[in-house]
């Protein structure tokens, strides 16, 4: 079945390859065109979503097994603490998280909003909330001791908004868990590449990211390349689709 399932994600990825190729790949221009309506029911589980290629669709990653290695990772450097997940969705992670973690996520997304809390029906309403993260978070500077934000600045043209968000509501020792697609030199990424999400407006190459998240004031403590989002590449292979940092503020 998971050979089944590879073979049908190539093929996928062969067709959408060609269209990207000929020019008629829709992209987003503008911030303008980034409206919540556009993060709906439709984009999880409609039939045109990047997750009905799932088994189960988008409903497939609700297993541990895509989050433990993250959760472990972040263990290594806070053990303890109000973790928020910006980019929530429907609050798998956080999910996994709540053994150790005092947890809160907000999306753009009404309906992730939602779901999550049907998913976590115990935690106060002011744990969870939409939210458009080029805004400020509701929280004081240094509130949080973990912050998560995975496959969602991509859908920003402005990406230092939100990046200066996070650093201002991260604890002094807190870490910040960065996941995001980036374009790289070489040609089998762009083939490999999960999804062809017209709302990712803000594909970077690694160097020009890091770049910003310096300038801001964040320090990277470590990284790693993924494939697909969520399947980890040796540290040599620098090809995968998505990099995931570990980073913490800059103490001056």
């Given at each position: 079945?998971?050979?089944?399932?590879?073979?049908?994600?190539?093929?996928?990825?062969?067709?959408?390859?060609?269209?990207?190729?000929?020019?008629?790949?829709?992209?987003?221009?503008?911030?303008?065109?980034?409206?919540?309506?556009?993060?709906?029911?439709?984009?999880?589980?409609?039939?045109?979503?990047?997750?009905?290629?799932?088994?189960?669709?988008?409903?497939?990653?609700?297993?541990?097994?895509?989050?433990?290695?993250?959760?472990?990772?972040?263990?290594?450097?806070?053990?303890?603490?109000?973790?928020?997940?910006?980019?929530?969705?429907?609050?798998?992670?956080?999910?996994?998280?709540?053994?150790?973690?005092?947890?809160?996520?907000?999306?753009?997304?009404?309906?992730?909003?939602?779901?999550?809390?049907?998913?976590?029906?115990?935690?106060?309403?002011?744990?969870?909330?939409?939210?458009?993260i080029t805004k400020e978070l509701p929280y004081?500077?240094?509130?949080?001791?973990?912050?998560?934000?995975?496959?969602?600045?991509?859908?920003?043209?402005?990406?230092?908004?939100?990046?200066?968000?996070?650093?201002?509501?991260?604890?002094?020792?807190?870490?910040?868990?960065?996941?995001?697609?980036?374009?790289?030199?070489?040609?089998?990424?762009?083939?490999?590449?999960?999804?062809?999400?017209?709302?990712?407006?803000?594909?970077?190459?690694?160097?020009?990211?890091?770049?910003?998240?310096?300038?801001?004031?964040?320090?990277?403590?470590?990284?790693?390349?993924?494939?697909?989002?969520?399947?980890?590449?040796?540290?040599?292979?620098?090809?995968?689709?998505?990099?995931?940092?570990?980073?913490?503020?800059?103490?001056?």
């Amino acid at each position: 079945m998971i050979l089944i399932n590879f073979i049908i994600l190539i093929k996928h990825r062969f067709y959408n390859y060609k269209i990207k190729k000929k020019g008629r790949r829709f992209q987003l221009k503008n911030s303008d065109d980034l409206k919540s309506e556009k993060y709906e029911e439709d984009y999880y589980i409609g039939s045109g979503s990047n997750y009905a290629k799932l088994p189960g669709g988008y409903l497939f990653l609700r297993r541990e097994i895509f989050w433990k290695g993250k959760i472990d990772l972040i263990k290594k450097y806070v053990q303890s603490g109000k973790a928020l997940d910006i980019g929530c969705s429907y609050g798998f992670m956080l999910y996994f998280m709540k053994k150790w973690f005092e947890i809160y996520g907000c999306d753009i997304s009404k309906h992730a909003i939602e779901m999550c809390k049907k998913l976590l029906p115990d935690l106060n309403e002011k744990h969870f909330w939409v939210h458009d993260i080029t805004k400020e978070l509701p929280y004081p500077k240094n509130y949080f001791n973990v912050i998560i934000c995975m496959d969602v600045i991509e859908h920003i043209n402005n990406i230092e908004a939100p990046l200066r968000n996070i650093h201002k509501c991260l604890a002094e020792n807190g870490i910040f868990l960065l996941r995001i697609p980036i374009r790289t030199q070489y040609k089998i990424t762009e083939f490999l590449r999960f999804e062809n999400d017209p709302t990712h407006v803000s594909i970077l190459p690694e160097r020009v990211l890091i770049s910003k998240l310096k300038k801001i004031g964040f320090i990277i403590l470590e990284k790693n390349y993924y494939w697909m989002g969520f399947i980890p590449l040796p540290k040599f292979i620098n090809f995968g689709s998505d990099i995931m940092m570990i980073l913490k503020k800059y103490k001056k």
